[in-house]
Structures are given as structure tokens and as C-alpha cells.
């Protein structure tokens, strides 16, 4: 698992590089499934996290929840996940904080 965070206005940038890292043909009905998927998740109750899976090689499961308090997006990524992968996940999660 990698996990960190990222600003909320980036997650469609996030999920559509991981989306590439992977080759999961990512889409409009991406975004549409997106939309208002933040609004009721709240980092301190795992029930209450968003849950995005993403199929290609390997598949994964990205998980979100907002920081109640505070701007950022707590973000998970599960799954098969090897150390090249994971630097770019790590890097992405750098760069949209």
C-alpha cells in the first residue's frame, strides 16, 4: 500500500496518471463517477472512506477520504504494487500536494 496525500482539486489529475501508469483506459465516466464522491467521506472513519477501483496491470484499489480540518485528501492506493510503481505513486503524491 502507498499512502499520503494530495491537494482536492487534483485528484482527477492523480487518477488520470495512475489511470496511464497502469493502462486503465480512464474516461468520462471516471470523472462522472467522481463527482461529489468527496463531499461525505471523512478520513477518521474507515466506513466512510470513497472507494475507486482501477483495472489494469496490476489492478488497484484507490482509496480517498477528506481531512476533516484541513484541505488535503487522504489518499491509499492497494494492490499489487511494485517499487517502480510505487515511486511514481510516492512522486505523484508529491507533486499534487
Do not use: C
Not at 486503465?24 to 472513519?45: E, I, N, R
Amino acid at each position: 500500500m502507498v499512502s499520503g496525500y494530495i491537494e482536492p482539486g487534483n485528484v482527477v489529475a492523480f487518477l488520470q496518471w495512475l489511470s496511464l501508469y497502469i493502462d486503465h483506459p480512464h474516461d468520462d465516466l471516471d470523472q462522472v463517477a467522481l463527482a461529489g464522491a468527496l463531499k461525505p467521506t471523512d478520513s477518521d472513519d474507515p466506513a466512510a472512506w470513497f472507494e475507486y477501483p482501477l483495472a489494469g496491470t496490476p489492478d488497484l484499489l484507490v482509496r480517498m477520504a477528506r481531512e476533516v480540518g484541513s484541505v488535503g485528501v487522504h489518499v491509499e492506493v492497494v494492490g499489487e504494487i511494485d517499487p517502480v510503481l510505487t515511486a511514481r505513486i510516492e512522486t505523484l503524491m508529491d507533486v499534487y500536494w
